[in-house]
Every structure is written in C-alpha cells, then in structure tokens.
C-alpha cells in the first residue's frame, strides 16, 4: 500500500533521497529510483520502476514512464562521469515507457525537452540536444548528440537523427527514415535526407493565415528551384520577399550556421 505524506505518495519500494525536491501532489511509483537531487514539478507521475538520475529536473505535470530513464550518461567514449550536468523536461511532457534522455556532456550544461511534448516508447534523445515544444517523438526514434529542433515538430517510428543536426519548426518526418542534413521548416522530409514538399496539414492544424501558408510554399519552391538552397533563400532574405512569420522563419533557418540541407527526391526528377 502507497504511504501519503505532504500532499505526496510514495510507494514503500520506491527508492527516493532526502535530497529529492519534489512539488505538491507528486506520485511516486513502485521500485521506482530516484537518484540524489532530483527535482520533479507539481502534480507529476513517476510509474513504476522508471530511473530519474541525478541532474534530472523535470516540470510541472508530466510524467515518466515504466522503465523510463531521465539523466542517464551520455553515450560519449571521452564523458567524465564525475561531470555535473542536466536534463531539463518542460511542463506538461510525457516520457512513455523505455524512453531514455540523457544529460549534457559539459559541466553545467542541459539536454533540453520542452513544454507539452510527447516521447513514446524506447524513443532516444541524446546528450545535449535541445527540443522545442509540443514535439512527438515516435517509437523507436532516435536523436543523436547536439541536435537542435524546433517547435510541433513530429518524428515517426524509426527514424534516425544523426549528431549535431537542426531540425526547423513544424517538420514531419517519415518512420524508417535516416538524416544527416538540416530539415527545414514546415517541410516533409522521408527516405535519406530528402524533402518531399511543404507539410500542409500539418501547418494547417495549427491554424496560422492562409497566407503564411501560401507564402511558405512559394518560398520553398524558390529555394528549392535549383543550385545551392543556402544561396537562393539568402538572395530572398537580401529582398525582403516574405510578409508573414513564417516566411522569415523558413527563409533564416538556411541563413544560420548549420549542416547541408536535406534535398529533393533524386528519383522524382527523372
């Protein structure tokens, strides 16, 4: 039988140090372990037998799942143990069962999840990485070290992020799929590092103006016309030639630092 205690309930088997700050009407599962200074937010659920390791904070109503790890080690050859760092999970964020984040390899640095996301089952974010809000990662997905993404992004089953790449707003990216490219925003992107067109319902269901859709579309259309993409989006940032947003953002994400871009499908030019 749970035990209750500060507005709190904490199964007997649970593991769970003095150090531990935890918020009001938090439940802890059984045989779950947490590690020392752990910070869980508010109304959070810990299911049983799910690892929160030290530099774990997680936020307000969220919720870890069996078998879950937050915190783990990263998976880095030349990672001092002894290093402190984090993983920070927003509010709102599920971590389904068998999920693993694992935190920052610099001392004081964070691996980052954001607000009102969603990771199912046996999905992976590496070390260091940073995910916007309301992202969904897909079972079996993984990111590796230093990856960037942005905001209502949806990551299908399977699909591989290699190390240090950037994934833009609004992306949905097909299962078994493999990149090693930038994605840009509001983009379909499928097989290996290609881009199928822009993802319309996905922008739609989020409801932004007509015309920042239509804008988003004419924009890809011309950065995607031919040669280099960073060249042609570089020449439409130079003329102003978006009105909304959105437009701007498709357009910078080419602008900033990053890897090559993800490329039209080869087969559907012949």
């Known amino acids: 039988r749970p035990r209750t205690g500060n507005r709190l309930m904490i199964h007997?088997?649970?593991?769970?140090?003095?150090?531990?700050k935890l918020g009001q009407n938090v439940e802890i599962g059984a045989y779950a372990v947490l590690e020392d200074g752990v910070e869980i937010g508010d109304n959070s659920l810990?299911?049983?037998?799910?690892?929160?390791?030290?530099?774990?904070?997680?936020?307000?109503?969220c919720?870890?799942?069996?078998?879950?790890?937050?915190?783990?080690?990263?998976?880095d050859l030349h990672f001092d143990r002894a290093t402190v760092s984090f993983v920070e999970i927003g509010d709102g964020t599920a971590?389904?069962?068998?999920?693993?984040v694992h935190r920052a390899t610099a001392a004081g640095g964070s691996?980052?999840?954001?607000?009102?996301?969603?990771?199912?089952?046996?999905?992976?974010?590496?070390?260091?990485?940073?995910?916007?809000?309301?992202?969904?990662?897909?079972?079996?997905?993984?990111?590796?070290?230093f990856v960037r993404m942005g905001n209502d992004a949806f990551v299908s089953g399977g699909v591989m992020l290699h190390q240090k790449i950037r994934v833009g707003d609004g992306v949905m990216i097909?299962?078994?799929?493999?990149?090693?490219?930038?994605?840009p925003p509001y983009v379909n992107a499928h097989k290996r590092n290609t881009v199928a067109g822009i993802n319309l319902i996905g922008m739609r269901r989020r409801n932004p103006p007509a015309a920042a859709v239509a804008e988003v579309?004419?924009?890809?259309?011309?950065?995607?016309?031919?040669?280099v993409c960073a060249d042609?989006?570089?020449?439409?940032?130079?003329?102003?030639?978006?009105?909304?947003?959105?437009?701007e953002n498709f357009l910078r994400f080419f602008a900033e630092p990053g890897r090559h871009y993800i490329h039209v499908d080869r087969e559907k030019r012949r």
């Open 12 to 20: 007997t088997t649970a593991i769970v140090p003095a150090s531990a």
């Open 95 to 100: 971590v389904r069962e068998g999920a693993t």
């Open 217 to 227: 579309k004419r924009l890809y259309m011309a950065v995607y016309s031919g040669g």
């Open 174 to 183: 097909s299962g078994v799929s493999a990149f090693s490219e930038d994605i």
């Open 46 to 61: 810990i299911e049983a037998h799910a690892h929160i390791k030290r530099g774990a904070r997680i936020g307000r109503g």
């Open 111 to 145: 691996t980052r999840v954001g607000k009102n996301c969603l990771l199912m089952a046996n999905s992976h974010i590496g070390h260091d990485c940073v995910v916007g809000d309301r992202c969904i990662l897909a079972p079996f997905c993984a990111l590796g070290g």
């Open 63 to 75: 919720s870890v799942g069996s078998f879950a790890t937050v915190s783990g080690d990263p998976q």
């Open 232 to 247: 042609n989006a570089g020449k439409l940032l130079a003329q102003k030639a978006y009105s909304t947003p959105e437009g």
